[in-house]
């Protein structure tokens, strides 16, 4: 009997590699030592798979790592290419807010349900062909974030993409990701305290790992960072991996962004030395528009602008207007995220009576995201914390639950947190 190969089947299999709490206690436990098989085991399984890492470099990536507005960054860098580029461009990043396989985008736009379907299943069935590990603590089949790292590098590879912009998952050094041995340039965003059970828990073991993605003679850049010590960490990978060249970008004058809040200025301006340097270095190879105009313009060449302004990213600072009633929605997920996110959302009020609907997960700390958040809205509006929390009409906590009746999306589920523990 021939295999079902919808979207639901390759869902119902994703779901099947996602890592259990055993596996991420395990790797915690480690002290980081399973971590040294990440990067040889995705080798494996590319090579399992058919490819080898050199048939990466013709994705032609931007690689693009950091703690804060990684996502947004890569949202950003990607409008810029698309304007420029007669070819496809591909957008890898995660997580997604509503399926699958919005991870996965072509021309802005996520892959199609049907060809999430053949992606996956050219990629699951080319490892059930070939099911030997790389060692004992190989699985067969790679876990879910790995899994979907393959499907993306197939699908941009079978798609012949003419630029890439891949976001790393966590960290750098041992992310799935990581593994492009020439990319065309690399960036890294804003840092902060963030996985640091698997990262470390200093800002300076954070900028170590993430720094892993420089790669030789390729340019590294990064954003003005808060922490002087991390700058340095940085400049010194930057050193040692023999990068072509370091360079800490300038901040772009103030300018309309489709992104909202005043923390995507720095993320925007991330975006444009990344796009400039890929299309000085390969835009006339791919036939890139606009070359001689963005030469001969100072500043940000009108196009880039017009593309900043036309950016759109669902889920950050993004205001969503439904039967009268105005939604501003944002996934912030860290102490200084969720600073960020408070200023815009106070700002955005006015200061109005308001409901919260506060969710956190993933073994965060729910208490200092939300102190963080209330105390952005306390500077914003010149009020004590108390006298802004006493301000609003509701504070509603919610758990990862999908539906009213309790039931939770299939694509969406999370085997490592676990029905349970969604509900408090």
Known sequence: MARSKTYSDAIALLNTCQSNAAAIEALRKSGGRLSDWAVPEMHHYLRRIGYVPDDLNKLNVLHITGTKGKGSTSAFTERILRTHLPGKIGLYTSPHLCAVRERIRINGEPISEPDFAKYFFDVW??????????????????????????????AFLSLRVSATVLEVGIGGTYDSTNIIPRPIVTGITSLGLDHTAVLGNTIEEIARNKAGIYKLNVPALTVPQE???????????????????????????????GLKGSHQLINASLAVSMSKVFLETIGEKLGAKYLNEMKEEKGIPESFKIALKETKWPGRCQTVRYKGVNWMLDGAHTIESLTSCGEWAW?????????????????????????????????????????????????????????????FKGGEFSLLIGKTSLHF
């Open 347 to 407: 700002s955005v009020s006015e200061g109005k009576p308001n409901i919260l609907i506060f969710n956190c997960s993933g073994g965060r700390s729910g208490k200092s995201l939300l102190k963080a958040l209330l105390e952005a809205g306390a500077r914003v509006l010149g009020k004590t914390v108390e006298e802004v929390g006493k301000g609003m009409k509701m504070i509603i906590f919610c758990a990862n639950v999908t539906y009213s009746s309790g039931e």
């Open 125 to 154: 069935e080319r490892l059930e062909a070939d099911p030997q590990q790389l060692s004992e603590h190989t699985p067969i089949y790679p876990l879910y974030f790995r899994l979907l790292t393959l499907v993306a590098f197939h």
């Open 227 to 257: 922490s002087e010590s991390a700058l340095e960490i940085l400049r010194e990978i930057a050193n040692k991996n023999g990068v072509s060249e370091f360079k800490v970008i300038p901040m772009i004058p103030e300018m309309e962004l």
